[in-house]
């Protein structure tokens, strides 16, 4: 994956960062106006369609992202690079012209929707092994820092200028970020790597989806992993789909107030991934800082669950911050765990089930809105002359599941050893790896030599 030269124009991580803060940024703009072409296009079940929308883009980028990634190898990541960025950003114009073609374009769009895949093997392809985990460290504050800021703006454009300009700044960005790819991102793989492998065919093991998964079960340590991550993302993709509709229609924020709670967040999220984690894996240890960001996971979607103030919300979103360190823990667990020649292959498992989750953590969790009956009746409170109608005992029923499985992924991530060396050769991958003593920045527990894959921390999107 690391190619020792970097004789290939002057791709720099820099590049990979401007591509993902402007796509992002562009999306970010539009959490305001997607809420109210929601609730107009869907009046009856919003939640329930929001799930099945965001659900069917996963379970495509599931489907096709190991693809995207093999043809990446083999034709250059530029050209991926322009396509996905292209299809991630195309139905954002559509918002203004039809609602329909919009939603149905979002769901189609999952199968290119693969951006980061895509930008963590271009960051691998430019940078040694030892700085590459504080590249990928940057792609994803980066990230963050876009979706921190850009809300808040869109929501202050939607709500002195209308929707409409929302929708022309954010496709405008998006113009911008493709225009860049095109004209300014240079090539990452070098030449001679990809004349080698034109010839080849890609292998279908590589592009099969299934296949990471179908090697989960061979590893006993692995397994438990694997289903923690399962646990525990599968509310968490739910959560992350479904909130923010949640917060305007049954909390009853303002927009200005929900992209304030955002950047609360998003600030505190990229504290607790730098300095937090670096502590905690220093003086607890790496398992048992899996288990406090689980912990904590468990504490904020009960509360989700139970609470129905606004100011609970806002408190629940420090805990919910905090739990953001839960996966790069897990990341550098599975890195200690895996031998050093199958990074690649069980992290690309972890990547794997965090795309399956992403499908079907939206869709349950619009089905839970559904079954419960929470609907967006945002009218009719206020022609009530009755206060608010009575709530419900539980405001939230798709939080308070969530934090069921968040409880069986602490009872499954108690099991798993601290020490183990995987004694199962899932497959060996032929990548030679640096016996350099390159430990991840943020692990300072002693570990085998680690190559730290591109799916490392691969983000919630």
């Avoid at 934090?403 to 199962?424: G, K, N, Q, T, Y």
């Avoid at 991840?440 to 999107?461: G, W």
Wanted: glycine fraction near 6%.
């Amino acid at each position: 994956v690391a190619s020792p030269h970097h004789t290939t124009g002057r791709a720099k991580v820099s590049h990979a960062v401007v591509v993902i803060f402007l796509e992002f940024f562009a999306w970010g703009l539009l959490t305001t106006p997607m809420l109210t072409v929601l609730h107009e296009t869907f009046p009856q079940h919003t939640f329930l369609m929001n799930g099945l929308i965001q659900g069917v883009k996963g379970l495509l980028s599931f489907l096709s992202a190991p693809l995207i990634g093999a043809l990446s190898d083999v034709w250059g990541r530029k050209s991926f690079l322009l396509v996905t960025v292209f299809f991630t950003c195309a139905p954002i114009p559509l918002m203004r012209i039809s609602p329909w073609w919009y939603f149905a374009m979002i769901s189609v769009s999952g199968v290119f929707a693969v951006t980061f895949s895509v930008i963590f093997a271009y960051v691998a392809d430019i940078t040694e092994e030892h700085e590459r985990s504080t590249a990928y460290g940057l792609v994803s504050a980066t990230f963050a820092a876009s979706l921190v800021t850009s809300p808040a703006i869109g929501a202050y454009l939607s709500a002195n200028y209308g929707d409409s300009l929302v929708v022309l700044v954010a496709t405008i960005i998006a113009v911008v970020d493709i225009a860049f790819v095109l004209l300014v991102v240079p090539e990452s793989l070098p030449d001679k790597m990809r004349l080698t492998s034109w010839g080849s065919p890609i292998s279908w093991e590589q592009a099969d989806p299934f296949a990471s998964l179908r090697r989960v079960g061979k590893d006993p340590t692995v397994l438990l992993i694997c289903v923690t991550v399962f646990l525990s993302y599968l509310p968490e993709a739910g959560q992350y789909s479904s909130f923010f509709l949640y917060l305007r229609q049954v909390i009853e924020f303002s927009p200005a107030a929900i992209a304030a709670f955002i950047a609360m967040v998003g600030i505190l999220s990229i504290i607790a991934q730098t300095l937090l984690l670096t502590y905690f894996m220093r003086t607890i240890g790496n398992k048992n800082t899996v288990l406090l960001g689980l912990g904590f996971q468990l504490f904020q979607l009960a509360w989700y669950g139970f609470g129905s103030e606004p100011w609970m919300m806002w408190a629940a979103g420090t805990v919910a911050a905090m739990s953001s360190i839960t996966f790069p823990a897990v990341s550098a667990l599975v890195s200690r765990i895996a031998a050093s020649d199958q990074q690649g292959c069980v992290q690309g498992m972890i990547t794997g089930i965090r795309g399956l989750c992403n499908g079907l953590g939206p869709a349950l969790y619009g089905f839970i809105f559904f079954l419960f009956n929470v609907e967006l009746n945002e009218f009719t409170f206020q022609q009530d002359n009755d206060p608010k109608h009575t709530k419900p005992t539980i405001p939230g029923p798709p939080f308070l599941f969530g934090a069921c499985l968040v409880l069986l992924a602490l009872l499954v991530a108690i099991f798993i050893p601290d020490h183990h060396s995987m004694a199962v050769k899932t497959y060996t991958d032929t990548r030679k790896i640096s016996t350099s003593n390159n430990l991840q920045s943020l692990n300072p527990l002693p570990a085998s030599e680690e190559d730290i894959e591109p799916l490392l921390q691969d983000s919630s999107m």
